[in-house]
């Protein structure tokens, strides 16, 4: 009876042990991932009108995180309630704060990547 009591006590140790070695080694906090999705009106979601070759696209993003955005021309941007971040075919990352609707009518940027922060 004692030595299954110890065997038991042992396990509840080595358990124990083993939750507290992994809380230690897992990092903690939030995921993000930004995701494309559905526009709809009224949302205040990231909005970027663009083209390339010939073809058009209107794409809404939300949630925090990077994606390539593939080289696409930008024609529009609507922050809605996302600061933004695009990197250029240059190579220079532009900032662009919420609530703000900025057109390229003129000189659309090359976008190839974008980043909710």
């Known amino acids: 009876m004692i030595s299954t009591t110890k065997r038991a006590m042992r396990s509840g140790a080595v358990a124990f042990a083993a939750a507290a070695a992994f809380t230690m080694t897992v ?11 559905p526009c709809r ?7 970027i009108w ?3 070759n ?4 209107v794409d809404c993003y939300a949630n925090r995180g990077k994606t390539n955005f593939g080289g696409w021309w930008v024609d529009k941007i ?3 309630n996302n ?5 250029d075919a240059n190579g220079d990352s532009v900032k662009i ?16 990547a974008i ?3």
């Open 115 to 117: 980043e909710i922060l």
């Open 41 to 47: 009106a009224g949302e205040n979601y990231l909005k």
């Open 27 to 37: 990092p903690t906090g939030d995921a993000f991932a930004i995701d494309h999705i």
């Open 78 to 80: 609507s922050t809605g």
């Open 50 to 52: 663009s083209h390339l």
């Open 97 to 112: 704060d919420r609530w703000h609707e900025i057109s390229f009518p003129n000189r659309p940027p090359k976008v190839n």
């Open 54 to 57: 010939g073809r058009t696209s």
């Open 83 to 87: 600061d933004l971040i695009y990197s």
